[in-house]
């Protein structure tokens, strides 16, 4: 299930907001710092290198510490959203973003919880069949907090999209009470709505890598608010609905890649071909 809202432009200044994508800093010849993603003047995560051709990335950091809820619209993401900016909801989330275009998408997803390395982790499989082993480490890139899978389909014979929601703090941080309850709303069918800020990053590897050479569309969801809701819902194999801030301007995709994800996200799920 997809709905679109209009793409619009949404935020305050960038100093003024709780959330926002930056560049690190480096001294003068140093080259381009990290792409962060801030959190309350924190770095809160590390995003995928500017040159598109490193392996997709997003990595928790040590001073990832908050979540961004809002007290003043809980009781109406108790239940499903009708449209993407039921209620003012997205003016709501937009002021604690930087300024700038997104599009909103409200998706109903069943996740399926991910510890980095253990099975269905992307980083140690999709990931490590087209990159290989960091070639420091020798290990596959760890994105230092576990997450959410939601969809995979097919982008064309050379991409495949991947799908995550990336808690803002790891689900043993929820409270047991909070997830169980939503747990008990889910089994009696309802569809409570969580809240994302999301990016397109669509990274392909320099020629001379391991053999499955394609483009990785990595849309992610970053959690502003849903924290209980996602575990619940992967603990209790029930869907969600996730109403996602598309940042157009902060991924490492062109527009036109950008303007397909609506078109992508109705296409049926549908796992990486690899050649036998």
């Not at 991910?114 to 980083?123: A, H, N």
């Not at 576990?146 to 064309?156: A, I, S």
């Amino acid at each position: 299930m997809i709905k679109l809202g209009e793409a619009r432009r949404l935020g305050v200044p960038a100093p003024e907001a709780r959330l926002r994508f930056e560049a690190e800093q480096r001294e003068t010849g140093g080259g381009p710092g990290r792409r962060l993603l801030v959190v309350d003047g924190e770095p809160a995560f590390e995003l995928s290198f500017w040159c598109g051709t490193c392996p997709f990335l997003f990595r928790r950091l040590e001073t990832a510490r908050q979540t961004l809820s809002l007290e003043s619209v809980q009781e109406r993401f108790t239940g499903a959203l009708a449209v993407p900016d039921d209620g003012g909801v997205i003016d709501a989330f937009g002021a604690l973003l930087p300024e700038g275009e997104y599009l909103p998408v409200l998706l109903r997803v069943e996740p399926r919880l991910v510890v980095p390395g253990q099975e269905g982790d992307y980083f140690s499989g999709e990931q490590v069949a087209t990159w290989g082993l960091d070639q420091f480490w020798g290990l596959p890139e760890y994105p230092h907090t576990p997450y959410y899978r939601t969809f995979e389909t097919t982008v064309d014979a050379s991409a495949h999209l991947y799908e995550f929601v990336v808690p803002m703090v790891p689900p043993t941080w929820n409270a047991r009470e909070r997830v169980e309850e939503y747990v008990e709303l889910m089994g009696r069918g309802t569809v409570p709505t969580a809240v994302a800020v999301s990016t397109l990053d669509v990274c392909e590897p320099a020629s001379g890598l391991p053999a499955d050479h394609y483009r990785h569309w990595g849309l992610t969801h970053f959690l502003l608010d849903g924290h209980h809701k996602l575990e619940a819902a992967a603990t209790a194999g029930r869907p969600v609905q996730l109403l996602s801030l598309l940042a157009l301007g902060e991924g490492l995709a062109v527009s036109e890649d950008c303007a397909r994800l609506p078109a992508l996200r109705t296409q049926l799920r549908s796992a990486r071909a690899t050649a036998a």
